[in-house]
């Protein structure tokens, strides 16, 4: 199957409520690659989560440091290519089973998010499935714009005959047929990249989703997605966005700064390599300043190789002050998405943080100042044996 040249994206089709069935998803991401294998047990309807028909059962997984990619976008085939055959190798030797096809998450391509209003005749004076499915094709092609792809076409709403705020319209009866659909696109180039490095691996893209979008639904309540809640996925390259209302997916953004960007912050204001920037990141890390920070001081390694250079003695309020500039500014710019967005009408509504870099110590609190809403850390739920290094936000 080959992806290139398509304004439309494979979308998954559901699984039959009573199949047991084999799912892989892969996220090819900026700092890592991860490929979990999972098994999808049918359970009975009071074990289920709202809107979920199978228990998942995690049975393989890997992580390793990815390869090839900036900002979430191929940027290096050949590189890229080989890291994803030892991601999905790696999960699959967990799992004692191969894979044919994987779902594959989209965190690049500036994930846009566009309202799309659909209005048609109904034929047969009954709404079909066939009718749902023809107005929505033809919302899709008022939404793919040039060199645009698209990942979603969720309706948000349906309308008969001018009436609102119905949710499920087949079998009803009606003149006219109306739905509000989310249409999620990114750009072309980068989704057709993210396949073909799939595709030379000899696998099947089974679908492409909006990362912020899966994890929405993996870190969301049922009541947080009716009540309304935004998610902010803080990735290594990307930070994107989905906002949840009534249960559904509404609205999705992104812009192309993240984790990264902090690590490449230390390594220029600390004068020291990435490796070195980035380990000392994820160790003393944090957007928190204190008293006792400055008196705190740590030694940091020269970048280069001369043995002779001396490192440098840097305090801890150093080091925080160089996270929280950057952290502030990602914050701020969620900040004017949501405020871009529908998630303003709903000034109290939730946030929920994911992806790796919102494990900076003291970004719950930040976020909460900043955005000015409630604000937690988000984790995976609804799945069963999940090891404990697969339950952190950066798995969600």
Sequence with gaps: MTGLDRSQTPKTRPVPQKRTALVASLDIGTSKIACMIARLKPCPGNEA???????????GYSQIQSRGVKAGAVVDLAACEQAVRQAVAVAERMAKVRVESVLLSVSAGRLQGQLIEAAAEIRDGAVTEADVSRITSTGMRHATGYGRTVL???????????????????????RRFGVDMNVVTADATVANNLMLVVERCHLNVEAMAASPYVAGLSVLTDDEADIGAAVVEMGAGTTTIAIYSGGRFVHASGFAIGGQ???????????????????IKTLYGTVLTGGSDARELMSVPAAGDNERDVPQIVSRATIANIVRQRAEEIFEMVRDRLADSPFAAEPKARVVLSGGASQLTGTLELATQILGRPVRIGRPLGFGRLPNEAKSSSFA
């Design 152 to 174: 979603h076409a969720l309706p948000v709403g349906y309308a008969l005959d001018g009436v609102k705020g119905i949710r499920d319209p087949r079998g009803m009866v009606a």
């Design 49 to 59: 989560l709202r809107g979920r028909s199978h228990a998942v059962e995690l049975i």
């Design 261 to 279: 960007h902090i690590t490449m912050d230390m390594a220029r204001g600390l004068s020291a390599c990435i490796a070195d920037a980035e380990r």
